[in-house]
């Protein structure tokens, strides 16, 4: 194994970049410059040389002879993805003219897009801010994955902290919750597995009858947007049975006795009639969880995605503390991780670029709206410019059919940073040729284990492409921009957002570097929240008008008698797609085939649809065509799209999110994919809906 950068032959160390809570250690083997495989680093405790099939098969997305590989400049209407390629100077100053116009007249115009296409520290919005606090862009509430459960977290437990993945191989009880790790979380699963041969229990949560489920000892097949009620009903069990931890509860929590009385509340009769499910598993898991010492929750993000998301994240993420699970190592509750770092981000974005500018900020989650209001003197400007990197808006933004139609505007400037000719990438008036994983630098930390990582550039950029931070280095100096800043190197930038958080060296030699996180870390309290306590009743929120304490937030959109859109739809990810990356990797899409909607027997049989049928899936917003499975993995009322296809990969141009909407969960500003109603008929009998 080698140290220096672009050897012809060598084996060089890295991290998988993408929007998954493992961050795995990469080793990328390199035979006459080019990478010929990747792999887990089997050094690397988290990772322990195993990759997910997605990852495994970089090298084929890297050398996709779909790359685009020099910039292009549009020649044909919009969405149609007619380009023809211009020189990097070309391209550089007639974006930099065009932006200066705009931002002459009002820079809050212009507005940034991205998100986690690349989960790296310097690659995702080192640069890029730096960019945009200078011209003085609208800032993005980036929003679309992870805030509601985020907020919920610290407004409980003080920050997206929790146990250590490693010690799950421990637990005697591992509640999987709104998560399915056999698709999104591999390195966590491999760990239940230990878990489990060692005797643990094994309880899965999800509306969906998902591959994770199916090996679980238990599943509860919840209605969407029911988990806070499930929540509470186990608070009342807990306390009915004496199951709980008066000690641990008297010292290191605030607002129990609220918190009882809203639980109290809950019966089992009750609860099992909002979740939709049987009592006796209600019943069945609160013991499971009050009478076993090594209990452990295991929560995602696909809980969160939906009106009462963050609200249903503060009420799971109060049983730890009642049964005093949090007391051992393998105990307690783990979302995010994402608070055991400490990214130096004042130094890596520099807000004081800004000087005394406030820009508004857009939520990303309302870009349809965003891209359509004309503008006012209290909302701001219409947006003229967007400028997208790690993100392709027009498939994983919420309501497409009304971001097509922002990004239709033949007024609207938009330039897009990519590998590939995405949806969004076909609308754009330029689009710029960006480097992959293995032709860059970059350090990143994970949100589902504590350890920091460095990733060394393996190969050159394939053909003309650039990193992100170079692109903006360029819009910079086009810009006539002349602080030091835009010309820090991307190296120095990793060690600029480290700062004094690790050793440097010790991550340049090795890789990666654990940071110094607590075995149990709230086994004496010492919870980061403002009382040091688990907060199940909250000052902040009290303060912003809000209820101090968790509760039940019924969804959106829920059926009542006679309603058009009796079914609720999820939209959790195809197995061998990550959000919409992979998607266009010929060998991963054979494997899914091709869009696909689950449904019940219960469900299909009155509509006369069978496995392998199209299907057209409806509702007010629009309409998406696929084919349907009828299994077990729906169940009756609720429907699964699986995604995040390509919008012009879906058999009539649209994907399930042409079906969502831009409403906001009732904490941290976040879309609600999961709260959604439709209706499924047969494409030959569709007519009579249209």
Request: with cysteine; net charge negative; hydrophobic share 40%.
């Given at each position: 194994?080698t140290?220096?950068v672009?050897?012809?032959?060598?084996?060089?160390?890295?991290l998988?970049?993408?929007?998954?809570?493992?961050?795995?250690?990469?080793?990328?083997?390199?035979?006459?410059?080019?990478?010929?495989?990747?792999?887990?680093?089997?050094?690397?405790?988290?990772?322990q040389?195993?990759?997910?099939?997605?990852?495994?098969?970089?090298?084929?997305?890297t050398y996709?002879?779909?790359?685009i590989?020099?910039?292009?400049?549009?020649?044909?209407?919009?969405g149609l993805?007619?380009?023809e390629?211009?020189?990097?100077?070309?391209?550089?100053?007639?974006?930099?003219?065009?932006?200066?116009?705009?931002?002459?007249?009002?820079?809050?115009?212009?507005?940034?897009?991205?998100?986690?296409?690349?989960?790296?520290?310097?690659?995702?919005?080192?640069?890029?801010?730096?960019?945009?606090?200078?011209?003085?862009?609208s800032?993005l509430?980036?929003?679309?994955?992870?805030?509601?459960?985020?907020?919920?977290l610290?407004?409980?437990?003080?920050?997206?902290?929790g146990?250590r993945?490693?010690?799950f191989?421990?637990?005697?009880?591992?509640?999987?919750?709104?998560?399915?790790?056999?698709?999104?979380?591999?390195?966590?699963w491999?760990?239940?597995?230990?878990?489990?041969?060692?005797?643990?229990?094994?309880?899965?949560?999800?509306?969906?009858?998902?591959?994770?489920?199916?090996?679980?000892h238990?599943?509860?097949p919840?209605?969407?947007?029911?988990?806070?009620?499930?929540?509470?009903?186990?608070?009342r069990?807990?306390?009915v049975?004496?199951?709980?931890?008066?000690?641990?509860i008297d010292?290191?929590?605030?607002?129990?006795?609220?918190?009882?009385?809203?639980?109290?509340?809950?019966?089992?009769?009750?609860?099992?009639?909002?979740c939709?499910?049987?009592?006796?598993?209600?019943?069945?898991?609160?013991?499971?969880?009050?009478?076993?010492a090594?209990?452990?929750?295991?929560?995602?993000?696909?809980?969160?995605?939906?009106?009462g998301g963050?609200n249903?994240v503060?009420?799971?993420?109060?049983l730890p503390?009642l049964t005093?699970?949090?007391?051992?190592?393998?105990?307690?509750?783990l979302?995010s991780?994402?608070?055991?770092?400490?990214?130096?981000?004042?130094?890596?974005?520099r807000?004081?670029?800004?000087?005394?500018?406030r820009p508004?900020?857009?939520?990303?989650?309302?870009?349809?709206?965003?891209?359509?209001?004309?503008?006012?003197?209290?909302?701001?400007?219409?947006?003229?410019?967007l400028?997208?990197?790690?993100?392709?808006?027009?498939?994983?933004?919420?309501?497409?059919?009304?971001?097509?139609?922002?990004?239709?505007?033949?007024d609207?400037?938009?330039?897009?940073m990519?590998?590939?000719?995405?949806?969004?990438?076909?609308?754009a008036?330029y689009?710029?040729?960006?480097?992959?994983?293995?032709?860059?630098?970059?350090v990143?930390?994970s949100?589902g284990?504590?350890?920091?990582?460095?990733?060394?550039?393996?190969?050159?950029?394939?053909?003309?492409?650039?990193?992100?931070?170079?692109?903006?280095?360029?819009?910079a100096?086009?810009?006539?921009?002349?602080?030091?800043?835009?010309?820090?190197d991307?190296?120095?930038?990793?060690?600029?957002?480290?700062?004094?958080e690790v050793?440097?060296?010790?991550?340049?030699?090795q890789?990666?570097?654990?940071?110094?996180?607590?075995?149990?870390?709230?086994?004496?309290?010492?919870?980061?929240?403002?009382?040091g306590?688990?907060?199940?009743?909250?000052?902040?929120l009290?303060?912003?008008?809000?209820?101090?304490l968790?509760?039940?937030?019924?969804n959106?959109?829920v059926?009542?008698?006679?309603?058009?859109?009796?079914?609720?739809?999820i939209?959790?990810?195809?197995?061998?797609?990550?959000?919409?990356?992979?998607?266009n990797?010929a060998?991963?899409?054979?494997?899914?085939?091709?869009?696909?909607?689950?449904?019940s027997?219960?469900?299909?049989?009155p509509?006369?649809?069978?496995?392998?049928?199209?299907?057209?899936?409806?509702?007010g917003?629009?309409?998406?065509?696929?084919?349907?499975?009828?299994?077990s993995?729906a169940?009756?009322?609720?429907?699964?799209?699986?995604?995040i296809?390509?919008?012009?990969?879906?058999?009539?141009?649209t994907?399930?999110?042409?079906?969502?909407?831009?409403?906001?969960?009732?904490?941290g500003r976040?879309?609600?994919?999961?709260?959604?109603?439709?209706?499924?008929?047969?494409?030959?009998?569709?007519?009579?809906?249209?």
């Amino acid at each position: 194994m080698t140290d220096s950068v672009l050897e012809l032959n060598a084996v060089v160390r890295g991290l998988c970049p993408h929007d998954c809570p493992d961050t795995c250690a990469l080793l990328t083997t390199v035979e006459n410059g080019r990478a010929v495989k990747v792999q887990g680093n089997p050094d690397h405790k988290h990772t322990q040389g195993v990759l997910c099939t997605k990852v495994s098969r970089y090298t084929e997305r890297t050398y996709s002879a779909e790359r685009i590989n020099q910039p292009l400049k549009r020649v044909g209407p919009k969405g149609l993805g007619q380009f023809e390629p211009v020189t990097w100077d070309e391209a550089i100053a007639d974006i930099a003219a065009k932006l200066k116009v705009i931002a002459a007249d009002n820079p809050e115009a212009i507005l940034p897009y991205s998100y986690a296409g690349t989960m790296g520290w310097v690659q995702g919005e080192s640069m890029a801010s730096r960019f945009f606090h200078k011209l003085g862009a609208s800032f993005l509430d980036r929003t679309i994955c992870a805030s509601a459960g985020g907020e919920g977290l610290n407004y409980t437990l003080g920050g997206r902290l929790g146990m250590r993945a490693e010690f799950f191989e421990e637990s005697q009880l591992i509640v999987i919750w709104g998560s399915n790790p056999i698709t999104s979380n591999v390195h966590f699963w491999r760990r239940a597995q230990v878990a489990k041969r060692h005797g643990a229990k094994l309880i899965c949560i999800d509306p969906r009858y998902s591959e994770t489920a199916e090996k679980c000892h238990v599943h509860l097949p919840i209605r969407p947007g029911t988990d806070a009620a499930l929540a509470f009903a186990i608070m009342r069990e807990l306390v009915v049975h004496d199951w709980l931890d008066h000690a641990y509860i008297d010292q290191y929590t605030l607002g129990w006795e609220d918190l009882k009385a809203r639980a109290m509340t809950w019966t089992l009769a009750r609860a099992a009639a909002v979740c939709g499910i049987d009592e006796n598993l209600i019943r069945d898991l609160a013991k499971d969880w009050g009478t076993t010492a090594k209990a452990a929750i295991r929560l995602n993000y696909g809980m969160q995605r939906v009106k009462g998301g963050g609200n249903a994240v503060r009420a799971v993420a109060c049983l730890p503390a009642l049964t005093g699970a949090w007391r051992d190592r393998a105990g307690g509750l783990l979302m995010s991780s994402s608070s055991s770092f400490k990214a130096n981000k004042a130094a890596l974005y520099r807000p004081d670029l800004l000087g005394p500018r406030r820009p508004r900020m857009l939520n990303m989650s309302t870009l349809g709206n965003d891209l359509n209001h004309p503008g006012s003197p209290t909302w701001g400007p219409q947006v003229k410019a967007l400028l997208v990197y790690n993100s392709n808006p027009m498939a994983v933004a919420p309501d497409s059919s009304q971001v097509a139609k922002g990004f239709a505007r033949e007024d609207l400037f938009t330039v897009v940073m990519e590998h590939f000719l995405t949806d969004t990438a076909d609308y754009a008036d330029y689009v710029l040729p960006a480097t992959t994983q293995l032709e860059h630098w970059d350090v990143q930390g994970s949100y589902g284990h504590t350890d920091l990582l460095l990733n060394r550039p393996a190969i050159a950029p394939v053909g003309q492409a650039l990193p992100n931070t170079e692109i903006f280095r360029r819009l910079a100096k086009a810009m006539a921009y002349t602080e030091p800043c835009f010309e820090e190197d991307d190296l120095s930038l990793c060690r600029t957002a480290v700062g004094q958080e690790v050793d440097f060296e010790v991550l340049w030699t090795q890789g990666f570097v654990a940071m110094p996180v607590p075995e149990a870390p709230f086994a004496e309290g010492g919870f980061p929240t403002p009382s040091g306590r688990c907060e199940f009743v909250s000052e902040r929120l009290a303060a912003m008008g809000l209820d101090p304490l968790p509760d039940h937030v019924a969804n959106y959109e829920v059926p009542v008698s006679g309603d058009p859109y009796p079914l609720a739809m999820i939209s959790p990810p195809a197995r061998h797609f990550l959000n919409s990356s992979f998607v266009n990797v010929a060998s991963l899409r054979a494997i899914e085939k091709e869009p696909l909607l689950e449904i019940s027997a219960e469900d299909a049989a009155p509509r006369g649809i069978a496995s392998g049928d199209t299907v057209k899936v409806f509702n007010g917003r629009g309409e998406y065509h696929c084919k349907a499975e009828v299994t077990s993995r729906a169940r009756a009322g609720v429907v699964n799209g699986l995604g995040i296809w390509w919008r012009k990969l879906g058999l009539n141009g649209t994907n399930v999110n042409e079906l969502t909407s831009q409403l906001l969960t009732d904490l941290g500003r976040a879309p609600v994919f999961y709260d959604c109603q439709v209706e499924v008929a047969l494409m030959e009998k569709a007519e009579q809906h249209v």
